[in-house]
């Protein structure tokens, strides 16, 4: 669960009035991060660029691990194969009739 500062928690109606004093400080990273709260619960979060960016890229990071992890359990079993026409016939099909 993330942690915020109560300098990093901040009212909605306030956000939209001071909004330009809030990216000026997430740009100059004199804050980390801006929680935007709305009915005293996290709505949103602002961060610079920079940190969006290797969020995003950590994110795409993990999917891409998670696939591999499926591509080598899915391949670590062997398996057997049956021919198409083997298969045709297991469900009395003639693959000579089909269109």
Do not use: C, W
């Not at 901040?10 to 801006?34: D, M, N, R, V």
């Not at 949103?44 to 891409?64: G, I, T």
């Amino acid at each position: 669960m993330i942690t915020y500062a109560s300098n990093e928690l901040i009212p909605s109606s306030e956000f939209a009035k001071k909004f330009g004093s809030y990216l000026a400080q997430i740009k100059e990273s004199t804050l980390e991060k801006i929680a935007v709260l709305k009915n005293n619960k996290v709505e949103a979060v602002l961060v610079s660029k920079d940190d969006y960016e290797r969020m995003s890229e950590a994110l795409e990071l993990l999917e891409h691990q998670e696939i591999y992890k499926v591509v080598q359990k899915r391949t670590s079993k062997s398996y057997n194969t049956i021919s198409m026409h083997d298969m045709a016939k297991s469900f009395d099909i003639d693959l000579d009739k089909l269109d």
